[in-house]
């Protein structure tokens, strides 16, 4: 069975990734992989969006003779991820008690 993801889990993951380290898009994709089902194709619109938004910043370096574009979180990135680890916290709560304890009235 495979839940529905959204464009802010997305998001969330992507920067996650490239908060433990600058990193490249194939890895992040293969990182962002382990927990969800992504392409490679999915994934360079979100980073480039992510570019755009301000949350991460880009360098080349040469690999193999060829230069490889890395990815960085910005300090509005770090702030953007902070929210969204937030916002997953209360929603899985809310979830857990769901499926786990029952609905409680609130």
Sequence with gaps: ????????????LVLSVVS?????????????????D???????????????DGCL???DREFAGRNR???S????????LEEYRAQWRAYAQKVDRVLFGGIDDE
Excluded: C, H, W
């Design 57 to 59: 910043e880009t360098y």
């Design 1 to 12: 069975m495979a839940f529905n993801t959204g464009a802010a889990l997305m998001d969330a």
């Design 73 to 80: 979180i910005t300090e509005k990135g770090v702030d953007q």
């Design 20 to 36: 433990e380290e600058s990193t490249y898009g194939y890895k992040i994709t293969q990182d962002v992989r382990s927990v969800m």
């Design 38 to 52: 992504v392409s490679e194709s999915a994934l360079y619109p979100v980073l480039r969006r992510l570019q755009k």
């Design 69 to 71: 574009r890395y990815y």
